[in-house]
């Protein structure tokens, strides 16, 4: 017996769900080998809805078919269906064809002195046979929904489906803004660039990462050095232990290309924040590495706290020694399920953190794995309800502001870099740089500083 999953393939789906404007999902409910190839079993299903494509698996591998944007009542003999469409998916692309005369988008034809339905019609273009939806008339001289290119071709389909259409990630107007192009791209890019350290006391520096085991901490790192790199770059420092792979601190440039210009900007690595089943990084060890009283290089231990005893400890650690931003990296996904204990250490740290002065944003990971749309392109991801419901509840966890919350997903599973990735991440490692910049200058307006350099322009 057929299961009742789509026959439609997934490289096919993503390609025919790329002819909607907006982001939506499919959803199977009727498949002729289950149901029966009988209009009125369908004709039922679609009228307890409101979008629906029915797909059509023809006996030559071809698949097409039609999406149509309203209810449709039994009786009726026309619709207004300005959105419909019809389609032709293959692996490698869809072809569309909207609607032209949307008074005829769909028809119910009454042979038999009118009682009897005989054709379910979609302009002239596809008419489905009542008695038997199997048998398609596909006719190229269509003037509803197409004049040229649709293909002729009278045959038996071996599936029919119909799938509701769901818009997904409840979009909204932007709210943050964010233009998705090359050019924004290499221009978030030169404007990090062009952040520069004045004077010896600090050449580079510091972000330290902090957060759960598995929070995507490590991912960062790597995300920010495929960008500068203009690839996907592979270190072993990602990786799943319950306490987190991470154990030693360690410093990361974020440089460009070999050869190119590196960024003023290093990222710091440290252990898991702990909590109550998971040992981890203390607040006391956490505010330890802040300071700059921890050498670099230094091998944590849940056991023993640091101090004064430690290797190459730094009683007086100066400026350049220390962390100039602390981000705490969240999961996304995983925003409930954080416990109470890791809750309270997250809380505290901010609030020590910022009787430093130390700048702190929230760096929200995993954003692809709690919103549909943004799975499908990170574009979405402030015109997504749920994401910026999710970002609302990681500001509340730490007691921060959502102004303060860049989502952003990691290089995880892809084997190239995607400019829109590339934009959330950069648009990410920016703020980072503003927020260290204006505590600089809050702080250290006379000796350090860092200036941005703008393109020489002529006299
Ligand atoms: N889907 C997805 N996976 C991610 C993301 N960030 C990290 N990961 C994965 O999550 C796992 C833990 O990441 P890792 O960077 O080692 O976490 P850490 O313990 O905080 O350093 C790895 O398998 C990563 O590939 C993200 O934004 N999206
Ligand atoms: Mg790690």
């Given at each position: 017996m057929s299961s009742a999953a789509s026959q439609l393939d997934l490289e096919r789906e993503k390609q025919l769900l790329k002819l909607f404007t907006q982001p939506v999902k499919l959803g199977l409910l009727y498949k002729g080998s289950i149901h029966g190839y009988k209009y009125n079993t369908l004709l039922n299903k679609f009228n307890e809805e409101g979008?629906?494509?029915?797909?059509?698996?023809?006996?030559?591998?071809?698949?097409?078919?039609i999406y149509v944007n309203e209810k449709l009542s039994t009786g009726s003999q026309g619709s207004?269906?300005?959105?419909?469409?019809?389609?032709?998916?293959?692996?490698?692309?869809?072809?569309?064809?909207?609607?032209?005369?949307?008074?005829?988008?769909?028809a119910c034809n009454y042979g038999n002195k009118g009682i009897a339905l005989s054709t379910l019609q979609f302009g002239s273009a596809i008419e489905l046979d009542a008695k038997d939806i199997r048998i398609v008339n596909f006719c190229s001289s269509d003037i509803i929904y197409t004049s040229t290119g649709w293909p002729t071709e009278n045959t038996r389909t071996c599936e029919v489906e119909l799938h509701r259409v769901q818009d997904v990630?409840?979009?909204?107007?932007?709210?943050?803004?964010?233009?998705?192009?090359?050019?924004?791209?290499?221009?978030?890019?030169?404007?990090?660039?062009?952040?520069?350290?004045?004077?010896?006391?600090?050449?580079?520096?510091?972000a330290l990462l902090l957060g759960p085991a598995g929070a995507g901490k490590s991912s960062f790192i790597v995300s920010a050095r495929s960008v500068m790199n203009k690839r996907v770059v592979h270190l072993p420092i990602v990786g799943k232990a319950i306490n987190g792979f991470t154990k030693k601190l360690k410093t990361y440039e974020i440089g460009t290309r070999k050869g190119g210009a590196p960024t003023?900007?290093?990222?710091?690595?440290?252990?898991?924040?702990?909590?109550?089943?998971?040992?981890?990084?203390?607040?006391?060890?956490?505010?330890?590495?802040?300071?700059?009283?921890?050498?670099?290089?230094?091998?944590?231990?849940?056991?023993?706290?640091?101090?004064?005893?430690?290797?190459?400890?730094?009683?007086?650690?100066?400026?350049?020694?220390?962390?100039?931003?602390?981000?705490?990296?969240?999961?996304?996904?995983?925003?409930?399920?954080?416990?109470?204990?890791?809750?309270?250490?997250l809380r505290e740290l901010h609030s020590e953190i910022s009787d430093l002065g130390i700048p702190q944003l929230i760096l929200l990971t995993h954003i692809d794995k709690v919103c549909h749309a943004v799975h499908e392109d990170v574009k979405f991801v402030y015109s997504s309800r749920t994401l910026q419901e999710t970002m609302e509840k990681a500001a509340e966890l730490v007691h921060m502001p959502v102004s303060s919350v860049?989502?952003?997903?990691?290089?995880?599973?892809?084997?190239?870099?995607?400019?829109?990735?590339?934009?959330?991440?950069?648009?990410?490692?920016?703020?980072?740089?503003?927020?260290?910049?204006?505590?600089?200058?809050?702080?250290?307006?006379?000796?350090?500083?860092?200036?941005?350099?703008?393109?020489?322009?002529?006299?």
């Open positions: 979008k629906c494509v029915i797909i059509l698996y023809l006996v030559s591998g071809a698949v097409r078919g207004t269906d300005k959105g419909a469409f019809l389609f032709d998916v293959s692996k490698q692309g869809a072809a569309k064809y909207p609607v032209l005369d949307p008074s005829k988008a769909f990630g409840h979009l909204i107007p932007d709210w943050r803004h964010l233009s998705w192009t090359v050019c924004e791209r290499d221009s978030i890019l030169e404007d990090i660039l062009s952040f520069k350290s004045v004077g010896d006391a600090l050449p580079r520096v510091r003023v900007l290093t990222l710091c690595d440290a252990m898991a924040v702990g909590h109550s089943d998971s040992p981890g990084l203390s607040l006391s060890d956490a505010l330890a590495v802040i300071k700059g009283h921890v050498p670099e290089g230094y091998k944590f231990n849940f056991y023993t706290p640091i101090s004064e005893k430690v290797t190459g400890h730094r009683t007086a650690p100066s400026l350049k020694e220390q962390v100039h931003c602390v981000l705490f990296v969240l999961n996304a996904s995983e925003l409930e399920s954080y416990s109470s204990s890791l809750l309270s250490t860049l989502p952003i997903k990691n290089y995880a599973s892809e084997h190239a870099v995607n400019c829109n990735m590339d934009i959330l991440i950069l648009d990410a490692i920016c703020h980072v740089l503003q927020a260290i910049d204006d505590m600089l200058e809050d702080q250290h307006p006379e000796d350090v500083h860092m200036v941005k350099e703008e393109p020489l322009r002529p006299l």
